[in-house]
């Protein structure tokens, strides 16, 4: 009876931690445009992401190093608010899209690892195949700068990937709701 519910507080921890990072995804990866200006900030985005992958990677405390990439996309995506032209642009553009992909990258195995504990092997391929499309995605945005005549494809494709990798989060919070 102990072990079913330390079975229910983990996959408990699990959600909340998930749902964080879901949140800050929305915030990080999506642009709502008022008046020209992102409304969502992505740094606050990150810094949710930061806090939702920080106990799902350390539980007992302490930053990992998705963890500390994350600080590192906070720290970029601020930066971005206030160089939006020329080369620092691009520099940073650079920068975001390199910590982008090595995060969505090492999600994987994070995912893949909590997942197969609950019994989620399938859900676990399908969430490593749309980190992976989002690590892909990560270098479409950088293209963007290079080829601006593909630029809305470009966005696009992106914005695909970003809504089928939060679809995939939600699925993850449905199958860890069943582990009650």
């Known amino acids: 009876m102990a072990k079913q519910r330390d079975a229910r507080l983990e996959a408990q921890a699990y959600r909340n931690a998930i749902g964080i990072l879901l949140a800050g995804f929305v915030l990080a990866l999506f642009t709502i445009e ?23 990677e350390r539980p007992e405390g302490g930053i990992g190093p998705r963890a500390a990439l994350a600080l590192g996309l906070v720290a970029v995506s601020a930066l971005q608010l206030f160089f939006t032209e020329g080369m620092p642009a691009v520099v940073l553009a650079g920068a975001r899209a390199g910590l982008e992909i090595v995060f969505f990258l ?36 950088v293209l963007r700068f290079a080829l601006p005549a593909t630029a809305a494809v470009l966005t ?25």
């Open 34 to 56: 008022l008046a020209g200006i992102d409304i969502l900030l992505d740094a606050v985005g990150w810094l949710l992401v930061f806090n939702g992958v920080r106990p799902l």
């Open 156 to 180: 696009a494709v992106g914005a695909v990937t970003h809504v089928l990798l939060v679809l995939g989060l939600l699925w993850v919070l449905l199958c860890l709701r069943s582990e009650k």
């Open 106 to 141: 090492l999600l994987i195995g994070l995912f893949r690892r909590i997942l197969h504990k609950f019994g989620q092997s399938k859900t676990a391929g399908v969430m490593a195949f749309l980190l992976a499309v989002n690590a892909v995605a990560a270098v479409f945005w």
